[in-house]
């Protein structure tokens, strides 16, 4: 099992930036595909990004294709999502998400999340 803990969300005015943090338990940090997804209210979970086992392979969905990165340091057990010129579209609770098997766009697939973190962009 792993458990995941969410930083670095906050208050910021559009075109600002934020990065969030996924700080994980356990030994095996690395084993695991690793994603972001994000709830805005009234609205439905959705994918924001994901990143596989070692890093080397990542995926974003269009709407924050170019303002956002992920990254994972397996060193430290942490992922990463640095986020520039947010909008208030972008205004969420973010979560991070850790599965064995998967690293993928269907919020089904992850078995571990993290509490959230609230990101409110104001215009």
């Known amino acids: 099992q792993v458990q995941l803990v969410e930083s670095g969300g906050g208050l910021v005015q559009a075109g600002g930036s934020l990065r969030l943090s996924c700080a994980a338990s356990?030994?095996?940090?690395?084993?695991?595909?690793l994603g972001w997804f994000r709830q805005a209210p009234g609205k439905e979970r959705e994918f924001v990004a994901a990143i596989s086992w070692r890093g080397g392979s990542t995926s974003y969905a269009d709407s924050v294709k170019g303002r956002f990165t992920i990254s994972r340091d397996n060193a430290k057990n942490t992922m990463y999502l640095q986020m520039n010129s947010l909008k208030p579209e972008d205004t969420a609770v973010y979560y991070c998400?850790?599965?064995?098997?998967?690293?993928?766009?269907?919020?089904?697939?992850?078995?571990?999340w993290g509490q959230g973190t609230q990101v409110t962009v104001s215009s």
């Open positions: 998400a850790a599965d064995r098997r998967n690293w993928g766009r269907n919020s089904y697939d992850y078995d571990y």
């Open positions: 356990g030994r095996t940090f690395s084993s695991y595909g």
